[in-house]
């Protein structure tokens, strides 16, 4: 079964400054999906970011990239002059193709520090 | 769109009672399914439907966990009796099944608190 790890449980930045998360996952598959979700306290799950495991180019989507590193199976986040409201939990999540069994790492808690 | 609804959005009962957490996807949808998510456990996947089919229950922790979608735009996630360590925060989400990969659109969550 399909695993994903965040090592990370807490971490914190200075506001306007750039965080990095971490995430590792465990497969044998070829084909699949990974996605970074953000829940603020409201607690909604928001999907901030994904990448499809055969493009080799990083997605990216305004402040937020990833590191895509498919031998080394893992996809980091990287958030570009934190604001405020990027303050959640962020959560690495993995969906092999063709399955529709999304599994989620344990979340990192983020806060951002004025 | 209106996103992917869910009720009620709180509900403490009492242990023993039955409870019924409602959702209704978002339309054009035709994947749903059912978390859970809990500080020790994180977020757990109970159950799926394809076009309003049950497809993996595997992840129901008890008979006392049952669901259903009786048609495309509802489905319910029923606990009978409850127990306290069902207090969790559920969420449902959808997708369209032959877009998974683009991720799946989560409801604002109910959050159960079984005393």
């Known amino acids: 079964a399909q695993t994903v790890t965040q090592s990370q449980p807490e971490m914190s930045v200075q506001e306007a400054e750039t965080v990095t998360l971490s995430c590792t996952y465990d497969?044998?598959?070829?084909?699949?999906?990974l996605f970074w979700y953000k829940q603020p306290p409201s607690r909604q799950m928001i999907l901030v970011i994904r990448?499809?495991?055969?493009?080799?180019q990083n997605a990216t989507e305004n402040r937020f990239s990833v590191n895509f590193q498919k031998a080394a199976k893992s996809f980091s986040l990287k958030i570009s002059d934190s604001q405020l409201g990027d303050t959640a939990m962020y959560f690495c999540?993995?969906?092999?193709?063709?399955?529709?069994?999304?599994?989620f790492g344990k979340g990192t808690k983020l806060t951002v520090n004025p | 769109d209106a996103g992917v609804i869910q009720s009620p959005r709180h509900e403490v009962t009492e242990m023993g009672q039955e409870v019924t957490l409602r959702c209704k996807p978002i339309?054009?949808?035709?994947?749903l399914f059912w978390y859970r998510q809990t500080m020790m456990r994180g977020l757990e996947l109970l159950i799926y439907?394809?076009?309003?089919?049950?497809?993996?229950d595997s992840g129901m922790p008890e008979d006392r966990f049952s669901a259903k979608m009786p048609n495309a735009s509802f489905s319910t996630l029923k606990i009978q009796p409850s127990e306290p360590r069902d207090s969790a925060v559920y969420f449902c989400?959808?997708?369209?099944?032959?877009?998974?990969?683009?991720?799946?659109?989560f409801g604002p969550g109910t959050r159960l608190t079984v005393l």
């Open positions: 989400a959808s997708s369209f099944r032959r877009l998974a990969g683009a991720g799946f659109r």
């Open positions: 497969t044998s598959e070829s084909n699949y999906y």
């Open positions: 990448q499809e495991a055969y493009k080799q």
């Open positions: 999540a993995f969906l092999q193709g063709g399955s529709e069994k999304l599994v």
């Open positions: 339309s054009g949808h035709n994947s």
């Open positions: 439907f394809n076009n309003n089919v049950p497809i993996d």
